[in-house]
């Protein structure tokens, strides 16, 4: 990427005044003296929005026309966070917002306050999207976001007297929100069910109901590229007609359900983040955008053409699968070329397998999602037709590379039996011209394990690109103290376009000078979240402790239980005097975590956590060494408040089991060290930052493989070591559940008999690294030293360079020329 300067801003403070004023008077229709906090916000976005226009037009304009091929990132989930700061960063006009407000009586921090943040993805993979689509605009590169608007975002958290968690609706909706535009007048007609019939032997598909996809466009604006992207969310909408229907039965109610339930489609986000279950409606969810984005796609490159030459269409646009949700494509665009637009077979075969490629994100075979025949056929009989040809032919295509027949009938992509079923990753590799995983382990282990027949005939198809994160959201917004002072050791802000830049910080991690200042940003940052903490949520905590952080998902392969474990054996050694309490290192450990609703041991880990707190933080015993706090609802906020407070990163999932994480990387890049295994992307942080700048502990995968082999009791690492022993038999004793001995015997029961992710194996591991990591702590020079060097060494972790890598790997396109 070329190096850009911070942009310079459009408008004078007095222009973003008056403004302001305008949209108040003629938008909302209040004036000055009436404005609220949330006026100010959408008056002042709405003015934002409008300095957005012409580049937003522009830039559509040259990807029309230009000769640069567009990328459509087609994702289920976008997790974009809130858009006024990241829109004003971006053009430029952060102080004059900041003088504008004040000057109109109001407080940017709580004007900023009154956006409420969409919630449209669960965790790593639709954040991952949103910091795709950033970097794509900030690179100049013409790019469609096509996701899911929908009402009822990831459920909001609460947890009630027990510590249990509660999930209520998300209705993010019911607020004004000034950043999407919804444009009626681009909607697509999508539709569902009935059956295939051959008219003048030609098959045709005669749906029955029908929905109409509306599309919601948010601006994606460049940092300092001058181009401005589309998100572009599909909401459905109910037709009033029903003109589609055949109900010459009596069917007539059953027959016009789904129509009138249509707009449910777009109504809830699947709370799920790994495990999925053969829902119809989220079938119906991924279908929905899908069709509505390639049939946009098509209008937007050919506007205006009846017969438009679709061969040319992997030259207009690629299309990247952001997992198997948006698969469904794939037949869909077979559907559009061979039915709507007359090509033959293979001709649309051909333009198909070039206009798709797919990113896999999961090891866990568990999380491939696969359909069952039957409910294809009946939501999109004439796809499942489709798809059974393409087992067909590919089949067919096998037969030619190998004989072996075991082999083959492994690569089915629908499978044989009484209950057939469509797997979505195999019609994803077969049908795209490139499969890439998320980190290096990860895109080995595809290949190696859970991909291995395809990658062994299909070699160049498989390719790795390892995640990225936006620095301008996750370090200029979230941390601008830290920005600041990279800037000056720097002497430059380019690195915010150029995150390798960071490397120039390396000399300074010897500077005395330096190493102090930075330990004053850090700890200003754990002061800022202190107040932040006792002001959103109530609870103090002591600037003056070491800042301990794990959050992402809770699932069980994340091992939020060995950090409970390990937390809670250092309280019972505390309790039981094993452990002198002056010799403890002060330490506040927060954690954040969403469980699937229907997520049982996830939801009874959240139980103990909380109750951990309540016991520990109640206990004079421990005050001032020993605190715990779970904040509700982690979200995008949060992160961007806790990730540059942190002084210690938890990234402690089994090897083999992360596909690559994103939140290691925000925390290094903000300079906290990490206390991990060799999982995912932190084999390549670990590599960058060095081994010495790293808290490595545990099992690798080649050890985790070699112990299921043998046959893994978990009993025998309880019995062996007493800090476990004492941790578990606390629980057991009813510490946490107010003597109740119940309460968590099913994860105890679990850890002793099952313990899949082997926690208890790297239990005795991690509980001696914190002994190494609290002697560095000790050391405040040493520490913040390494911690520099963290921050160094992992600009490689920007979505930048992950979209600079899609581009050359994958996409085979390049920026916008000027
Ligand atoms: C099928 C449906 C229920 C479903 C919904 C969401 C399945 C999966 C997901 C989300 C998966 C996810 O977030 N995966 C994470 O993707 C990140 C970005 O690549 C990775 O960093 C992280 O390791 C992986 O768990």
Redesign the pocket.
């Known amino acids: 990427m070329t190096e850009q300067t911070a942009p310079k801003s459009p408008v004078t403070t007095e222009q973003f005044i008056d403004e302001i004023k305008e949209q108040l008077k003629y938008n909302q229709g209040v004036t000055l003296e009436q404005a609220t906090d949330a006026d100010i916000y959408v008056a002042s976005s709405l003015a934002v929005r409008r300095h957005l226009m012409d580049s937003w037009t522009a830039t559509q304009k040259a990807m029309v026309e230009g000769n640069t091929k567009a990328v459509g990132y087609l994702s289920?989930?976008f997790l974009i966070g809130k858009q006024l700061r990241n829109a004003l960063l971006n053009l430029g006009m952060l102080t004059e917002f900041d003088e504008a407000v004040k000057t109109l009586g109001h407080d940017p921090q709580l004007v900023v306050d009154a956006e409420y943040e969409p919630g449209l993805?669960?965790?790593?993979?639709?954040?991952?999207a949103a910091c795709y689509v950033d970097s794509l605009a900030s690179l100049g590169v013409p790019a469609f976001g096509y996701g899911i608007q929908y009402k009822y975002g990831i459920f909001k958290q609460e947890f009630d007297a027990e510590g249990k968690q509660v999930e209520r609706p998300d209705y993010w909706l019911a607020n004004d929100e000034p950043w999407g535009h919804i444009d009626y007048n681009r909607s697509q007609k999508v539709s569902f069910g009935g059956e295939v019939v051959e008219e003048n032997g030609k098959k045709v598909w005669k749906p029955v109901w029908s929905v109409r996809a509306v599309p919601v466009d948010y601006m994606v604006p460049g940092y300092a590229s001058g181009r401005v992207d589309t998100l572009r969310l599909w909401s459905a909408k109910s037709y009033d007609e029903f003109d589609l229907l055949t109900f010459n039965k009596s069917e007539y109610l059953d027959a016009v359900k789904p129509q009138v339930e249509a707009e449910n489609i777009s109504k809830i986000l699947?709370p799920?983040?790994?495990?999925?279950?053969g829902k119809r409606l989220?079938l119906e969810q991924q279908y929905f955008f899908v069709a509505a984005s390639l049939h946009d796609a098509i209008r937007v490159f050919y506007p205006g053409q009846d017969k438009p030459d679709l061969t040319t269409f992997p030259d207009k646009i690629t299309f990247q699968l952001n997992?198997?949700?948006p698969v469904i494509g794939i037949p869909e665009l077979m559907r559009i070329l061979i039915d709507e637009y007359d090509y033959d077979w293979d001709t649309a075969w051909d333009i198909t397998t070039k206009t798709f490629n797919y990113?896999c994100?999961?090891l866990l075979p568990e999380?491939l999602?696969v359909w069952p025949v039957d409910l294809i056929n009946e939501l999109l009989p004439r796809h499942m037709e489709i798809i059974n040809e393409i087992n067909e032919h590919f089949l067919a295509e096998l037969k030619g590379l190998t004989r072996d027949k075991e082999r083959i009938n492994r690569m089915r992509i629908v499978t044989e039996g009484e209950h057939p079923q469509v797997r979505m990753a195999y019609l994803a590799t077969a049908g795209g011209s490139h499969v890439n995983g998320?980190?290096e382990l990860?895109s080995q282990l595809l290949k190696d394990v859970t991909l291995r027949d395809f990658s062994d005939l299909f070699p160049t198809k498989f390719t790795n690109v390892t995640?990225g994160v936006t620095p301008r959201r996750f370090i200029r917004l979230a941390n601008p103290r830290l920005s600041a002072l990279i800037t000056e050791g720097l002497g430059t802000d380019k690195w915010l376009s150029d995150l390798d830049l960071l490397q120039g910080l390396v000399p300074l991690a010897n500077d005395d000078e330096f190493v102090k200042k930075f330990a004053e940003v850090k700890h200003a940052n754990k002061v800022a979240f202190a107040n932040f903490a006792k002001d959103r949520y109530g609870f103090e905590a002591n600037p003056d402790t070491m800042f301990n952080t794990m959050v992402k998902?809770l699932?069980e392969y994340k091992r939020q239980s060995l950090k409970i474990l390990a937390l809670i054996s250092r309280y019972a050694a505390i309790k039981n005097g094993t452990v002198n309490v002056d010799d403890v290192l002060p330490r506040t450990v927060f954690f954040g975590a969403k469980a699937a609703p229907g997520y049982y041991m996830a939801k009874l880990t959240i139980q103990l956590i909380n109750n951990v707190a309540r016991v520990v933080n109640n206990d004079p015993d421990v005050k001032g060494k020993l605190a715990v706090h779970f904040p509700a609802n982690y979200n995008v906020r949060l992160a961007q408040h806790l990730i540059p407070a942190t002084e210690l990163d938890e990234q402690i999932s089994q090897a083999g089991k992360?596909?690559?994480?994103?939140?290691n990387m925000k925390f290094a890049l903000n300079g906290a060290l990490t206390v991990g295994t060799l999982d995912?992307?932190n084999v390549e942080i670990r590599e960058r930052v060095g081994a010495d700048n790293f808290f490595l502990f545990g099992l690798t995968v080649d050890e985790v493989e070699a112990l299921y082999e043998e046959g893994y009791d978990p009993a025998k690492y309880y019995e062996a070591d007493p800090r476990l022993k004492m941790a578990i038999d606390m629980i057991s004793s009813g510490t946490f559940s107010d003597g109740d001995r119940n309460t968590y015997a099913p994860l105890v029961a679990d850890w002793l008999t099952k313990d899949y992710f082997m926690t208890l194996a790297d239990f005795s591991a991690y509980a001696d690294i914190q002994y190494q990591i609290e002697d560095l702590y000790r050391q405040p020079m040493e520490w913040n030293r390494k911690a520099i060097l963290n921050v160094a060494n992992t600009g490689y972790f920007s979505s930048d360079r992950a979209i600079e890598d899609y581009l050359e790997r994958i996409w085979h396109t390049s920026p916008l020329a000027d």
């Open positions: 289920a989930e993805g669960n965790g790593g993979l639709g954040r991952l699947y799920e983040d790994s495990t999925p279950q989220r997992d198997t949700h990113t994100h999961t999380a999602e998320v980190a990860h995640n998902r699932h992360e596909a690559s994480g994103t939140g995912g992307a």
